[in-house]
């Protein structure tokens, strides 16, 4: 079975500093990742996913992650942080096509700091 | 708004209540996925649906069950409530199974039981 461990259930970096969220899975076969994330009161949404191809994958608002099969790592960054990406962050893991089931990490709460 | 439509947004009951939470999947997609968040479990998987038929299973209790109904829509039941049941629950939905489909969530229902 496939899973996520994300690294730091708080991270808070100050507003025009590099943000770096940390997310490793563990899979006995290749995997397809997913960042997504939640603003209070809202549900998730999708910012980046890795499927097959290009390693290094761009989402939105200015958020990518590299896909490092080394190091089974899918860390999440975005060069200079803005008051508006103050949300919870959660790294999420599914494999093969039909796969039934999405995996997600306990997820790591972004604060920027003014 | 993303598509997926979750009533109630919010609900109180007492211990040992039963309540049904609905949701309407995104036009076009045909698998319906329920996820309960709590603060102590994070996000848990409870059960998936494809096209009117259940398709995997996750941590859902006993007390708990879903089903999908023709017109797509699903819904969760919860019955003997517990205190520990307090959660929001998402509902999403996608094309088809996870894989390497992007999966598109609701707002979430928030229970509490008091």
């Known amino acids: 079975a496939q899973s996520v461990t994300q690294l730091g259930s708080h991270v808070s970096v100050s507003e025009g500093a590099l943000v770096l969220l940390r997310c490793n899975y563990s899979?006995?076969?290749?995997?397809?990742l997913f960042w997504y994330v939640q603003y209070p009161n809202q549900g998730l949404q999708l910012l980046l996913k890795?499927?097959?191809?290009?390693?290094l994958v761009k989402g939105i608002n200015g958020f990518e992650a590299e896909f490092k099969k080394s190091e089974t790592s899918f860390h999440l960054t975005k060069p200079s942080a803005h008051m508006s990406d103050a949300a919870e962050y959660f790294c999420?893991?599914?494999?093969?096509?039909?796969?039934?089931?999405?995996?997600f990490g306990t997820g790591t709460r972004l604060t920027i700091i003014p | 708004d993303s598509g997926v439509t979750q009533t109630p947004k919010h609900l109180i009951t007492a211990t040992g209540q039963r309540v049904t939470l609905r949701c309407s999947p995104r036009?076009?997609?045909?698998?319906v996925y329920w996820y309960q968040q709590s603060l102590d479990q994070g996000l848990q998987f409870l059960i998936q649906?494809?096209?009117?038929?259940?398709?995997a299973k996750g941590n859902i209790l006993e007390r708990f069950s879903a089903q999908q109904f023709p017109d797509l829509h699903s819904e969760l039941n919860l019955s003997s409530l517990e205190l520990g049941d307090s959660a929001l629950y998402f509902c999403?939905?996608?094309?088809?199974?996870?894989?390497?489909?992007?999966?598109?969530f609701g707002a979430g229902s928030r229970l509490t039981v008091l």
């Open positions: 899979s006995s076969v290749p995997p397809y």
């Open positions: 890795y499927t097959t191809g290009a390693t």
């Open positions: 036009s076009g997609d045909l698998s």
């Open positions: 999420a893991v599914s494999v093969y096509f039909g796969n039934e089931k999405l995996t």
């Open positions: 649906y494809y096209n009117g038929e259940e398709r």
């Open positions: 999403a939905s996608s094309v088809e199974g996870a894989g390497a489909n992007v999966l598109t």
